[in-house]
């Protein structure tokens, strides 16, 4: 039996297409299935900002749980298992001075809060580090945030 040369091209052609249609649902499908398995804080990340300032910093990654005036009543606060802390009143639980050391351990995922979540959750000490790709800021970005939040602790 004599195959016509048109048939040849159209069959090569439709297993072309079969071929192009199996990769696209194929990567179609483990593009779904990878999404899928991203949590919701994934997708609620803030964007990275390259402010040092600690105002800034602050409002970029921590009013979103904490709340802009830092009293723990975010946006994000209802949603999580814990109450959010009161940044505010960080020295007058602390017997009249800042925990500074602690407040850094916090911040870069040195010391784990358990309002904080596991250790998937991103602790911003090492997301600092990485925002620039020709210098390191990520220390000035931790100082001024620890500074900014020493700044806005009620009186004793």
């Known amino acids: 039996m004599k195959i016509p040369c048109g048939a040849i091209g159209r069959c090569v052609a439709l297993l072309l297409s079969a071929a192009v249609v199996c990769v696209l649902v194929l990567t179609f499908g483990a593009q ?12 609620e990340l803030p964007p990275l900002i390259r402010s040092v300032k600690g105002p800034d910093l602050y409002r970029a990654y921590c009013a979103s749980c904490h709340g802009v005036d830092a009293k723990g009543n975010g946006p994000a606060a209802a949603a999580l298992k814990a109450k959010v802390p009161d940044l ?8 009249g001075r800042f925990p500074d050391a602690l407040v850094r351990k916090v911040i870069t995922g040195d010391d784990v809060i358990a309002s904080h979540g596991s250790r998937e959750m991103p602790i911003w000490g090492p997301i ?10 990520g220390n000035v970005r931790l ?14």
Do not use: C, M, W
């Not at 600092?128 to 800021?137: A, L, W």
């Not at 945030?145 to 806005?152: A, D, Q, R, S, W």
């Open 143 to 156: 100082e001024n945030l620890v500074k900014y939040l020493e700044t806005i602790q009620l009186p004793k």
């Open 128 to 137: 600092f580090h990485q925002i620039e790709e020709d210098v390191d800021r």
């Open 88 to 95: 505010t009143v960080l020295a007058k639980n602390n017997g």
């Open 32 to 43: 779904t299935q990878a999404q899928s398995k991203t949590t919701a804080s994934d997708q």
